[in-house]
């Protein structure tokens, strides 16, 4: 005859190991799949070039060069592990003097005035590894991209075309361009 500490151990022990199938392994087992019917979604939407892996349609990267366009800035250097802002606020004097001192970069690399500089030139996403930029900021661009790599000024304006994305559901957010997608069309175009 079981005692009532043997009846609710028992009954314990099977909730236990309901439990430990339900969650250790059904739940897990179920996630892998719906992983698997979605492809490179739960991949990270990998880029690939000539069969290589060349970084992430959701992570930005840095480019450096006259022949790239280049990314937003970001507070941790593109490392996906620290991904986080600066947390400076708008009228912090070292987040002023970083965003001038970027708008002047960018200014000089672009051959322009510093007030045709964009925002997301010279601002970090909340993320700091935003992979979009304006396409505003991809028009500035795109006569060094286009001259450093042998291309016209409007086949690259083209390519920035091909690769803006919309506002989501066509009203949220705003139009961006994905500096990765656009980079690798500029290099295939560029290779002809």
Do not use: C, K
């Given at each position: 005859?079981?005692?009532?500490?043997?009846?609710?151990?028992?009954?314990?022990?099977?909730?236990?190991?309901?439990?430990?199938?339900?969650?250790?392994?059904?739940?897990?087992?179920?996630?892998?799949?719906?992983?698997?019917t979605?492809?490179?979604?739960?991949?990270?939407?990998?880029?690939?070039?000539?069969?290589?892996?060349?970084?992430?349609?959701?992570?930005?990267?840095?480019?450096?060069g006259?022949?790239?366009?280049?990314?937003?800035?970001?507070?941790?250097?593109?490392d996906?592990?620290?991904?986080?802002?600066?947390?400076?606020?708008?009228?912090?004097?070292?987040?002023?003097?970083?965003?001038?001192?970027?708008?002047?970069?960018?200014?000089?690399?672009e051959?322009?005035?510093?007030?045709?500089?964009?925002?997301?030139?010279?601002?970090a996403?909340?993320?700091?590894?935003?992979?979009?930029?304006?396409?505003?900021?991809a028009?500035?661009?795109?006569?060094?991209?286009a001259?450093?790599?042998?291309?016209?000024?409007?086949?690259?304006?083209?390519?920035?075309?091909?690769?803006?994305?919309?506002?989501f559901?066509?009203?949220?957010?705003?139009?961006?361009?994905?500096?990765?997608?656009?980079?690798?069309?500029v290099?295939e175009?560029?290779?002809?």
């Amino acid at each position: 005859m079981l005692t009532d500490f043997s009846r609710q151990s028992l009954a314990a022990l099977r909730t236990m190991l309901v439990f430990t199938v339900v969650l250790g392994v059904a739940y897990p087992a179920a996630v892998w799949v719906a992983g698997q019917t979605f492809g490179d979604r739960a991949d990270g939407q990998p880029v690939t070039v000539e069969g290589r892996v060349v970084g992430s349609r959701l992570l930005g990267q840095d480019f450096e060069g006259e022949q790239w366009f280049h990314s937003r800035p970001s507070a941790n250097d593109y490392d996906s592990l620290a991904s986080a802002p600066s947390n400076l606020g708008p009228s912090n004097p070292d987040l002023l003097a970083l965003v001038a001192e970027r708008r002047a970069a960018v200014a000089e690399t672009e051959s322009v005035g510093e007030s045709e500089v964009p925002p997301d030139a010279v601002t970090a996403s909340g993320s700091g590894l935003d992979p979009h930029i304006s396409p505003e900021y991809a028009a500035l661009q795109a006569p060094r991209v286009a001259e450093a790599n042998g291309l016209t000024l409007g086949q690259v304006e083209e390519l920035i075309d091909e690769h803006t994305d919309g506002r989501f559901l066509g009203f949220l957010g705003e139009p961006g361009v994905n500096v990765l997608e656009l980079n690798v069309a500029v290099q295939e175009a560029a290779r002809g």
